[in-house]
């Protein structure tokens, strides 16, 4: 499992559980908890459909994400949003972006 992805678990995991705050919605007790804290079943689901939803955006958009990724350009801030997320965990913005490349282009595979 790729830091990556286990990043995107981590961000996923914590953006869905302000969402259902956020929304009136209670998750389950046992995984209303930080990610580290997570049950192993449960961040076993998760790393599947992290990495299932990042493949089939990736196929979808491959070539234009990589563009925009390198050019340094997006149409939206969701990037710089991961990014600040990312840079809160000692990974670089560079490395972060270098990563993402990488997977993109199915060098992390």
Excluded at 41 to 47: D, P, V
Excluded at 76 to 102: C, N, P, T, W, Y
Aim: hydrophobic fraction near 45%.
């Amino acid at each position: 499992m790729s830091d990556f992805i286990e990043l995107m678990c981590k961000l996923m995991h914590e953006s869905y559980e302000e969402a259902a705050i956020a929304n009136g919605w209670q998750t389950q007790v046992r995984s209303r908890v930080a990610w580290v804290d997570v049950p192993e079943a449960n961040k076993k689901t998760m790393r599947v459909a992290v990495s299932d939803v990042i493949d089939n955006v990736l196929d979808y958009e491959q070539e234009r994400i990589i563009e925009l990724l390198q050019a340094g350009r997006h149409e939206s801030h969701a990037i710089d949003d991961i990014f600040d997320g990312v840079v809160g965990m000692g990974i670089s913005r560079a490395d972060f972006k270098q990563e993402l490349i990488a997977l993109i282009k199915g060098e992390n595979k």
